[in-house]
Protein backbone atom coordinates (compact mmCIF):
# COMPACT_ATOMS: atom_id res chain seq x y z
CA UNK A 1 0.00 0.00 0.00
CA UNK A 2 1.41 3.38 -1.08
CA UNK A 3 2.42 4.97 2.54
CA UNK A 4 1.59 8.68 1.61
CA UNK A 5 -1.97 7.78 0.44
CA UNK A 6 -2.22 6.09 3.96
CA UNK A 7 -1.19 9.06 5.63
CA UNK A 8 -3.20 11.39 3.78
CA UNK A 9 -6.47 9.66 4.30
CA UNK A 10 -5.75 9.25 7.49
CA UNK A 11 -5.71 12.71 8.39
CA UNK A 12 -1.73 12.51 9.12
CA UNK A 13 -3.37 9.80 12.22
CA UNK A 14 -6.02 11.28 13.12
CA UNK A 15 -8.75 8.81 11.52
CA UNK A 16 -7.31 6.62 13.92
CA UNK A 17 -9.13 7.46 16.65
CA UNK A 18 -10.93 5.33 18.76
CA UNK A 19 -14.26 7.24 18.89
CA UNK A 20 -15.33 10.29 16.13
CA UNK A 21 -12.54 10.17 13.96
CA UNK A 22 -14.59 12.40 11.54
CA UNK A 23 -13.89 14.85 14.60
CA UNK A 24 -10.64 14.34 15.00
CA UNK A 25 -9.69 14.65 11.56
CA UNK A 26 -11.69 18.03 11.65
CA UNK A 27 -9.40 18.42 14.61
CA UNK A 28 -6.63 18.10 12.32
CA UNK A 29 -7.35 20.41 9.98
CA UNK A 30 -7.22 23.64 12.89
CA UNK A 31 -3.63 24.00 12.32
CA UNK A 32 -3.03 23.78 8.39
CA UNK A 33 -5.75 26.21 8.29
CA UNK A 34 -3.68 28.70 10.79
CA UNK A 35 -0.93 27.85 9.00
CA UNK A 36 -2.84 29.04 5.49
CA UNK A 37 -5.41 31.42 7.13
CA UNK A 38 -3.19 34.84 5.97
CA UNK A 39 -2.63 33.46 2.47
CA UNK A 40 -3.57 35.26 -0.60
CA UNK A 41 -7.22 34.07 -1.13
CA UNK A 42 -5.61 33.01 -4.98
CA UNK A 43 -2.86 30.96 -3.19
CA UNK A 44 -5.56 29.50 -0.25
CA UNK A 45 -7.88 28.51 -3.25
CA UNK A 46 -5.05 27.28 -4.91
CA UNK A 47 -4.30 24.83 -2.05
CA UNK A 48 -7.65 23.41 -1.26
CA UNK A 49 -7.81 22.61 -5.11
CA UNK A 50 -4.85 20.66 -4.95
CA UNK A 51 -5.78 18.66 -1.40
CA UNK A 52 -8.89 18.14 -3.20
CA UNK A 53 -7.13 16.27 -6.34
CA UNK A 54 -4.46 14.76 -3.93
CA UNK A 55 -7.30 13.72 -1.51
CA UNK A 56 -9.77 12.13 -4.12
CA UNK A 57 -6.60 9.65 -5.24
CA UNK A 58 -5.28 9.58 -1.70
CA UNK A 59 -8.44 8.13 -0.41
CA UNK A 60 -9.47 5.95 -3.03
CA UNK A 61 -6.07 4.04 -2.64
CA UNK A 62 -6.29 3.65 0.84
CA UNK A 63 -9.99 2.73 0.46
CA UNK A 64 -9.41 0.04 -2.37
CA UNK A 65 -6.88 -1.37 0.33
CA UNK A 66 -9.16 -1.42 2.84
CA UNK A 67 -11.96 -3.14 0.47
CA UNK A 68 -14.19 -0.65 2.40
CA UNK A 69 -15.80 2.21 0.65
CA UNK A 70 -15.50 5.61 3.08
CA UNK A 71 -13.79 3.69 5.91
CA UNK A 72 -14.37 5.87 9.02
CA UNK A 73 -11.13 6.17 9.83
CA UNK A 74 -10.62 7.94 6.58
CA UNK A 75 -10.71 11.46 7.32
CA UNK A 76 -8.66 13.84 4.85
CA UNK A 77 -12.34 14.57 3.26
CA UNK A 78 -13.13 16.22 6.70
CA UNK A 79 -9.53 18.20 6.51
CA UNK A 80 -10.21 19.43 3.11
CA UNK A 81 -14.23 20.24 4.06
CA UNK A 82 -12.91 22.57 6.89
CA UNK A 83 -10.57 24.08 4.99
CA UNK A 84 -13.41 24.95 2.31
CA UNK A 85 -16.02 26.15 5.78
CA UNK A 86 -12.97 28.45 6.79
CA UNK A 87 -11.54 29.99 3.16
CA UNK A 88 -13.85 33.07 3.36
CA UNK A 89 -13.77 33.49 7.36
CA UNK A 90 -12.41 36.31 9.50
CA UNK A 91 -9.61 35.71 12.02
CA UNK A 92 -10.15 35.06 15.22
CA UNK A 93 -9.93 32.05 17.37
CA UNK A 94 -13.70 32.44 17.91
CA UNK A 95 -14.40 31.94 13.86
CA UNK A 96 -12.28 28.93 13.85
CA UNK A 97 -14.49 27.51 16.31
CA UNK A 98 -17.89 28.33 14.48
CA UNK A 99 -16.38 27.19 11.50
CA UNK A 100 -15.47 23.93 12.73
CA UNK A 101 -19.07 23.22 14.62
CA UNK A 102 -21.05 24.39 11.28
CA UNK A 103 -19.08 21.90 9.32
CA UNK A 104 -19.63 19.45 11.73
CA UNK A 105 -22.75 20.07 11.59
CA UNK A 106 -23.47 20.31 7.54
CA UNK A 107 -21.06 16.46 7.58
CA UNK A 108 -22.96 14.46 10.57
CA UNK A 109 -26.56 16.37 9.22
CA UNK A 110 -25.92 15.80 5.45
CA UNK A 111 -28.89 18.17 4.38
CA UNK A 112 -29.58 17.49 0.33
CA UNK A 113 -27.81 17.20 -1.58
CA UNK A 114 -24.74 16.15 0.26
CA UNK A 115 -26.81 13.21 1.69
CA UNK A 116 -27.79 12.27 -1.56
CA UNK A 117 -23.71 12.56 -2.91
CA UNK A 118 -22.79 10.29 0.23
CA UNK A 119 -25.32 7.35 -0.90
CA UNK A 120 -24.32 7.51 -4.66
CA UNK A 121 -20.91 8.37 -5.50
CA UNK A 122 -18.36 6.30 -4.76
CA UNK A 123 -14.40 5.95 -5.03
CA UNK A 124 -12.17 8.80 -4.05
CA UNK A 125 -14.15 11.24 -5.27
CA UNK A 126 -17.16 10.17 -4.01
CA UNK A 127 -15.60 10.18 -0.15
CA UNK A 128 -14.31 13.41 -0.57
CA UNK A 129 -17.25 15.31 -2.93
CA UNK A 130 -20.01 14.78 0.40
CA UNK A 131 -17.81 16.74 2.68
CA UNK A 132 -16.29 19.13 0.22
CA UNK A 133 -20.08 20.20 -0.45
CA UNK A 134 -20.40 20.29 3.57
CA UNK A 135 -17.38 22.96 3.48
CA UNK A 136 -19.30 24.95 1.16
CA UNK A 137 -22.59 25.04 3.05
CA UNK A 138 -20.50 25.93 6.02
CA UNK A 139 -18.68 28.65 4.25
CA UNK A 140 -21.49 30.28 2.48
CA UNK A 141 -23.47 30.70 6.77
CA UNK A 142 -19.69 32.10 7.49
CA UNK A 143 -20.55 34.57 4.40
CA UNK A 144 -24.09 35.54 6.03
CA UNK A 145 -23.31 35.72 9.50
CA UNK A 146 -20.20 37.60 9.61
CA UNK A 147 -21.42 40.98 9.21
CA UNK A 148 -23.90 40.25 11.93
CA UNK A 149 -21.36 38.80 14.53
CA UNK A 150 -18.50 41.08 16.61
CA UNK A 151 -15.62 39.68 18.33
Avoid at 38 to 61: D, K, M, R
Avoid at 115 to 122: A, I
Wanted: aromatic share 16%; charged share 10%.
Amino acid sequence: MNFVAKWLALGFGSGLAPVAPGTFGTLAAIPIFVLMQNLPTSTYIGLVLIFSIVGIWACHVYSRALGVHDHGSIVWDEVVGYLITMMFAPQGWQWIVIGFFLFRLFDIWKPWPIRLLDRHVHGGFGIMVDDMLAGVFGMVVIILIKPYVEF
